[in-house]
């Protein structure tokens, strides 16, 4: 399979503790992005880097998030002190040239 | 900023019906538009997109959407569906711009339950 990997699937985690997940990007895709998906809703935008820089991160990543693309392939996104408003589905694409964007099966996320 | 309505949150449909799911958008400027499936169990799917040219694009599955830019609405059609797209559908929208970070704002999703 060459789509998105993302890595682990699902994670259950104590309040205060920290977190961190793996997203692998089709091949050669240098834009890479990360969304927010909580019940009910749409994803939505976190932030994104073409190749291994960041270029843009959206008002919802608070400063116990970040993340990295150091050598603009595979992308972690931490999350530090989680909190319950935390859970939710965190997805990852990538794409070519940024129009069409191709997702991952996402991580799952509950913090306890 | 962007923003998607998508009017319809939950759509139940017997088999052969017909489906059309709204989708509007708010934007001032050029767009690229795009509808995701997302089937039980599995990751967003890319149906069909709108860049420019022809406002009829034709997706995978028989789906098919009409952007009309003078409604901003980018809706979603199916002539006769089947119990196989019961599944959660996404219209987005990014800025048409090359070169920009084209961040995609997503609808809330429309879930739809095809009944045997």
């Known amino acids: 399979d060459t789509g998105v990997s993302q890595d682990p699937r699902h994670k259950i985690t104590k309040r205060g503790q920290n977190v961190t997940f793996r997203c692998d990007p089709i091949?050669?895709?240098?834009?890479l992005y990360w969304y927010r998906q909580t019940l009910g809703q749409g994803p939505e935008f976190l932030t994104y880097?073409?190749?291994?820089?960041?270029?843009?991160k959206s008002r919802l990543l608070s400063d116990r998030f970040s993340a990295e693309r150091p050598k603009g392939s595979f992308s972690t996104l931490e999350i530090q002190r989680t909190e319950q408003g935390d859970s939710a589905m965190y997805l990852c694409?990538?794409?070519?040239?940024?129009?069409?964007?191709?997702f991952g099966p996402g991580t799952r996320l509950l913090v306890l | 900023a962007q923003s998607v309505s998508q009017h319809n949150h939950h759509v139940i449909l017997s088999e052969a019906a017909s489906l059309e799911l709204g989708c509007n958008y708010s934007?001032?400027?050029?767009?690229?538009l795009f509808w995701y499936v997302q089937y039980p169990g599995q990751h967003l799917q890319l149906l069909l997109k709108?860049?420019?040219?022809?406002?009829l694009v034709k997706g995978i599955k028989g789906f098919e959407a009409e952007f009309i830019k003078s409604k901003f609405s980018f809706n979603l059609r199916k002539p006769s569906v089947q119990w196989s797209d019961t599944a959660e559908y996404f219209c987005?929208?990014?800025?048409?711009?090359?070169?920009?970070?084209?961040?995609?704002?997503f609808g809330t999703g429309t879930q739809l339950k095809v009944e045997l």
């Open positions: 694409a990538s794409s070519p040239t940024g129009e069409t964007q191709y």
């Open positions: 091949s050669e895709h240098n834009r």
């Open positions: 880097f073409q190749n291994e820089a960041q270029l843009e």
């Open positions: 934007y001032g400027g050029t767009v690229n």
């Open positions: 709108y860049f420019s040219g022809d406002p």
């Open positions: 987005a929208v990014n800025a048409g711009l090359t070169g920009g970070g084209n961040k995609l704002t």
